[in-house]
């Protein structure tokens, strides 16, 4: 089984400038996630295992709240985006 | 104004760092003028924290960045801000039984002198972290973390942040760090046990306006010549405390308010310390639309307004907990920046100022140095 990853920009860095990485076997957005390199799935994830609050993920054109968030679980050929979400830029400035 | 990426730096140079809302910006001060040589580094990314460390016979900055999207990293710049780290995985995380997750870091503090590649970051949600290996891993300070206090801190305006950390220069037993809220906490025994330090620390917004605890500290500083005395600008109140932070004295002699939050000592005179008083919690910006810096140079019994330089008329300006430093020349340079994105300088310790810059992004953190060893 196989499912492709969209890599956003700021991230391609860390796998060699690719914006899609293939991975096998995985049956949940969570397993696909986790095969990702070192240091993408961490700017994915925080220290929890949650999503970080602005990076969207989607699988096909779903997002994964709406489906069961990381234990999404996954068909053969499904294609994940990940995707920094428009809320990413604004803050409340302290103090 | 030219702005180069490869900044180069001679020694007797000053280097003036500056983290913003939207990233970090470089001056470099030679002769009498200053320039921008760098920034936005890191653009779009809030950086509440910045150091110049140059212990052990090298010079590293290192910066405190937060990515919009993912996350927060400590990078390090061993060559005067030409290039930065950029670690693969995050080098500050909560370990995984505590069910945090890192914000931002608040604070970065270069260790004891005889200890170069120590470390200490200030986060939130409230913590301290340590490295000692110079900043390529941090690992949580657990003592403060699992105090039983934890439960009760609550977020101030900027969230849960820990965002002073004061090491005794000799007393390698001996911190003390400040949190809002929380108040004040110190280690006596080398980090085994913390206890709150808060005596005579008023909290307004609380029904007991002198809890325990809870305090809204903003800001603590010391002088390496007399690290047991310390400065405070609390969320209303300024204050010192000479016996190592067990009690503290309302110092607020001469201000137009006591509510404010940046905070500087002098580099040189144990006695003299720089604030910006703000009107009021509910009013964050300086008092009658004048920027003025407050100085005092008898520890806190009178304070003086520095203003020459500085806009006396339609100046509603804030300047934040970590946006006043001070370089470690004689005399000293004097530096802050403002939420509306100006930068001052004053090279007269605070006799005269000059604006540097206009239209940055809200400056969260300013620092600067005499750079010994220049570019490499």
């Given at each position: 089984?196989?499912?492709?990853?969209?890599?956003?920009?700021?991230?391609?860095?860390?796998?060699?400038?690719?914006?899609?990485?293939?991975?096998?076997?995985?049956?949940?957005?969570?397993?696909?996630?986790?095969?990702?390199?070192?240091?993408v799935?961490?700017?994915?994830?925080?220290?929890?295992?949650a999503?970080?609050?602005?990076?969207?993920?989607?699988?096909?054109?779903?997002?994964?709240?709406?489906?069961?968030?990381?234990?999404?679980?996954?068909?053969?050929?499904?294609?994940?985006?990940?995707?920094?979400?428009?809320?990413?830029?604004?803050?409340?400035?302290?103090? | 104004?030219?702005?180069?990426?490869a900044?180069?730096?001679?020694?007797?140079?000053?280097?003036?760092?500056?983290?913003?809302?939207?990233?970090?910006?470089?001056?470099?001060?030679?002769?009498?003028?200053?320039?921008?040589?760098?920034?936005?580094?890191?653009?779009?990314?809030?950086?509440?924290?910045?150091?110049?460390?140059?212990?052990?016979?090298?010079?590293?900055?290192?910066?405190?960045?937060?990515?919009?999207?993912?996350?927060?990293?400590?990078?390090?710049?061993?060559?005067?801000?030409?290039?930065?780290?950029?670690?693969?995985?995050?080098?500050?995380?909560?370990?995984?039984?505590?069910?945090?997750?890192?914000?931002?870091?608040?604070?970065?503090?270069?260790?004891?002198?005889?200890?170069?590649d120590?470390?200490?970051?200030?986060?939130?949600?409230?913590?301290?972290?340590?490295s000692?290996?110079g900043?390529?891993?941090?690992?949580?300070?657990?003592?403060l973390?699992?105090?039983?206090?934890?439960?009760?801190?609550?977020?101030?305006?900027?969230?849960?942040?820990?965002?002073?950390?004061?090491?005794?220069?000799?007393?390698?037993?001996?911190?003390?760090?400040?949190?809002?809220?929380?108040?004040?906490?110190?280690t006596?025994?080398?980090?085994?046990?913390?206890q709150?330090?808060?005596?005579?620390?008023?909290?307004?917004?609380?029904?007991?306006?002198?809890?325990?605890?809870?305090?809204?500290?903003?800001?603590?500083?010391?002088?390496?010549?007399?690290?047991?005395?310390?400065?405070?600008?609390?969320?209303?109140?300024?204050?010192?405390?000479d016996?190592?932070?067990?009690?503290?004295?309302?110092?607020?002699?001469?201000?137009?308010?006591?509510?404010?939050?940046?905070?500087?000592?002098?580099?040189?005179?144990?006695?003299?310390?720089?604030i910006?008083?703000?009107?009021?919690?509910?009013?964050?910006?300086?008092?009658?639309?004048?920027?003025?810096?407050?100085?005092?140079?008898?520890?806190?019994?009178?304070?003086?307004?520095?203003?020459?330089?500085?806009?006396?008329?339609?100046?509603?300006?804030?300047?934040?907990?970590?946006?006043?430093?001070?370089?470690?020349?004689?005399?000293?340079?004097?530096?802050?920046?403002?939420?509306?994105?100006?930068?001052?300088?004053?090279?007269?310790?605070?006799?005269?100022?000059?604006?540097?810059?206009?239209?940055?992004?809200?400056?969260?953190?300013?620092?600067?140095?005499?750079?010994?060893?220049?570019?490499?």
């Amino acid at each position: 089984m196989t499912v492709s990853v969209r890599i956003p920009g700021p991230l391609r860095p860390l796998c060699d400038g690719k914006s899609r990485l293939v991975v096998e076997g995985a049956t949940t957005v969570a397993a696909a996630i986790g095969q990702l390199p070192a240091g993408v799935r961490e700017r994915i994830l925080d220290e929890r295992g949650a999503v970080r609050p602005h990076v969207n993920v989607f699988v096909g054109e779903t997002s994964i709240r709406e489906t069961g968030g990381l234990a999404t679980p996954l068909a053969d050929g499904a294609s994940i985006f990940v995707i920094p979400a428009v809320s990413g830029g604004s803050y409340v400035l302290q103090p | 104004m030219p702005v180069t990426r490869a900044s180069d730096f001679r020694p007797g140079d000053r280097i003036v760092l500056v983290g913003t809302m939207k990233g970090v910006f470089v001056f470099r001060g030679r002769g009498r003028g200053y320039q921008r040589v760098d920034g936005p580094r890191f653009p779009g990314q809030p950086v509440y924290a910045l150091a110049y460390d140059d212990r052990g016979g090298r010079t590293r900055l290192h910066a405190g960045t937060e990515h919009p999207h993912f996350g927060s990293l400590l990078r390090t710049s061993a060559d005067l801000g030409r290039t930065w780290s950029e670690p693969a995985e995050p080098n500050l995380k909560f370990p995984a039984d505590t069910d945090l997750a890192l914000k931002q870091i608040w604070q970065i503090a270069p260790g004891r002198a005889d200890e170069p590649d120590v470390l200490y970051c200030g986060v939130n949600p409230s913590s301290l972290f340590e490295s000692r290996d110079g900043g390529l891993s941090f690992s949580l300070v657990r003592s403060l973390y699992d105090h039983p206090h934890r439960a009760k801190w609550t977020p101030g305006g900027g969230g849960m942040c820990l965002h002073t950390i004061l090491a005794h220069p000799q007393d390698k037993r001996t911190m003390l760090v400040a949190m809002s809220t929380g108040g004040v906490y110190r280690t006596t025994d080398g980090g085994m046990s913390w206890q709150a330090s808060n005596t005579g620390i008023r909290a307004e917004f609380l029904p007991d306006k002198h809890p325990e605890f809870g305090q809204c500290v903003h800001k603590v500083v010391h002088h390496p010549a007399r690290p047991d005395r310390y400065f405070l600008q609390n969320h209303w109140g300024l204050y010192r405390s000479d016996d190592g932070g067990a009690n503290w004295k309302d110092i607020a002699n001469g201000v137009p308010s006591d509510f404010g939050f940046a905070m500087a000592s002098h580099p040189h005179d144990p006695d003299t310390v720089y604030i910006v008083p703000l009107e009021s919690d509910g009013f964050r910006c300086t008092p009658e639309a004048r920027l003025r810096v407050y100085r005092t140079r008898d520890a806190g019994a009178s304070w003086k307004p520095l203003t020459r330089g500085l806009p006396q008329k339609d100046a509603w300006e804030t300047v934040l907990r970590d946006g006043l430093t001070t370089d470690a020349a004689d005399p000293a340079g004097i530096y802050f920046g403002t939420r509306s994105g100006k930068l001052f300088a004053s090279r007269s310790d605070g006799g005269s100022w000059d604006c540097l810059a206009e239209g940055l992004p809200p400056v969260t953190c300013v620092r600067a140095a005499v750079v010994r060893d220049g570019t490499p």
